[in-house]
């Protein structure tokens, strides 16, 4: 596993306010929220950057989506909606290099996003 800030989450050595987990996916609230809920769902296996993803990683990738859907029916923003972001590379808005799903929720989103 890369040394990344989420990579040190996963491994307890940063704390995060942790809002599930299972063995392949960890979602923690976002330290410089958004929107009044803005959390990020990462995997558990480094993977840089969504265009680093391959065919083997494909339950994966639909795992990802499956508990940005959970995480955001508990924190319960399905009935006004939500957005579910993923940053792809530096002109995409990525800063941290481990594939990161950010789920935003709790006001209305504005289009375009930026």
Not at 5 to 26: Q, S, T, W
Not at 27 to 41: E, S
Not at 65 to 88: F, M
Request: glycine fraction near 8%.
């Amino acid at each position: 596993m890369t040394d990344s800030i989420f990579a040190k989450i996963i491994r307890r050595e940063l704390p995060a306010d942790i809002v599930y987990e299972d063995n392949l996916a960890l979602a923690f609230r976002d330290k410089n929220p958004q929107a009044p809920v803005h959390i990020l769902v990462i995997p558990k296996e480094a993977i840089a950057k969504l265009s680093d993803a391959e065919s083997k990683d494909h339950a994966l990738m639909g795992h990802l989506l499956l508990t940005a859907k959970r995480v955001a029916e508990q924190e319960g923003l399905s009935e006004d909606g939500y957005r579910v972001v993923i940053n792809n590379g530096p002109n995409g808005g990525q800063t941290v290099y481990h594939l990161h799903l950010h789920i935003l929720g709790g006001r209305q989103m504005k289009w375009p996003p930026g």
